[in-house]
């Protein structure tokens, strides 16, 4: 399929602080609302591309923003090539770093630009890709944090599951004690039935020793995988843990770019990734760790972002699955739908990404 011929015009950003209907609650951090950082790529020819960034906080949206812009700025005028424009921006941002915020921003303008040749062929961004549009397969990533009620955890696992038939949702552990995390572990497990798939997350909230310690104690518990145990960048702790446990160990949400990827295999530090769109490098940077994972028979998971990230996981070979949050749902037009544990790919062009700008307007800041 030829790309249809776009030229960069401006880019137009907004801020929202958008409440979550179930608050992150990890060892390390509590989100209860969400900021978004909006992104509207204008072309001459009158499509906009558009796409969001997770910026943690209005003050991180507030130091995105000038980026976007200035990076927007430099691609004036350019015609709307990916490739071209991550190699453009890439060395424009060479004396500041390719990693952090400026990665982040390149990711954003990336992912708004393959948004733009979608809409332009009039075809989803996954068809540009060479993907499909049948199912992939969805796990339910939304709340399930750091509660001591375990019957409100077991009645909210419950919950999760009838949103949309779902055969998987994550459990956050991280607790103070170990018996603490494995009472909240079986409490789920009791809820939810032996069926369903069960990967528990530390958010890099534990050492080494602890994370051994914890994690021989999960190998008994039928525990699907163990998420980011130890801090991101410790691949030798990584290492060592996936040599250890029987449990997969899963990585790759903090990788910054497709090389971190090949180091974490080179390492052998993990059995599963799940690189996450706004660190990978934006559409552009998850092909390249597509390619990556496929060469090492990599399983492949997304890491939020979900309207984006079932594009991509449509023509990743090794897709495993997909992390489905309601995040940005309250900015949205259409909201992405989770159906018999599926997500589908939106059948609009491009990303399938609309603003409610009604919504948009009532959760606006300055930035």
Sequence with gaps: MSMPELTIRDVKVRSVVVPMAHPLVTRVITIEQLALLLIDLRTEEGITGRAYLFGF????????????????????????????????????????GHEGLTLMVLSGIDMA????LGQAAEVPVASLLGGGTGPIPAYNSNGMGLTDDLGVLADEARRLI????????????????????????????????????????????????????????????????IEEPIVYDNLTGCAELA?????????????????????????????????????IGGITGWLCAAAIANEAAIPLSSHIFPEASVHVMAATPTA????????????????????????????????????????????????
């Design 57 to 96: 906080s209005e003050r991180g949206n507030s130091y995105l923003a000038p980026l976007v812009r200035d990076l927007a700025e430099i691609c004036h005028g350019d015609k709307v090539v990916p490739i071209d424009l991550y190699t453009k921006m890439q060395k424009s941002l060479t004396l500041f």
């Design 113 to 116: 630009c393959w948004d733009a």
């Design 162 to 225: 009838a949103e949309g038939d779902f055969r998987a949702i994550k459990v956050r552990l991280g607790r103070d004690t170990l018996a603490e995390d494995i009472s909240a572990f079986r409490a789920v497990r009791g809820a939810v039935g032996d069926e369903i798939l069960l990967p528990v997350d530390f958010n890099q909230g534990l050492d080494v020793a602890e994370a051994l310690k914890r994690g021989h104690a999960l190998d008994e518990e039928d525990v699907y995988w």
């Design 243 to 279: 040599a250890a446990l029987n449990t997969p160990i899963q990585i790759g949400e903090n990788f910054w770019g497709p090389k971190a990827l090949s180091a974490a295999i080179e390492a052998k530090a993990l059995a599963y990734a799940m690189p996450d769109l706004e660190r």
């Design 320 to 367: 495993h699955w997909l992390e489905y949050v309601d995040w940005a749902a309250p900015v949205l037009t259409h909201p992405l739908v989770a159906r018999d544990g599926h997500v589908r790919v939106p059948d609009r062009p491009g990303l399938g990404i609309d603003w409610n700008e009604d919504a948009v307007a009532r959760y606006q800041v300055t930035l």
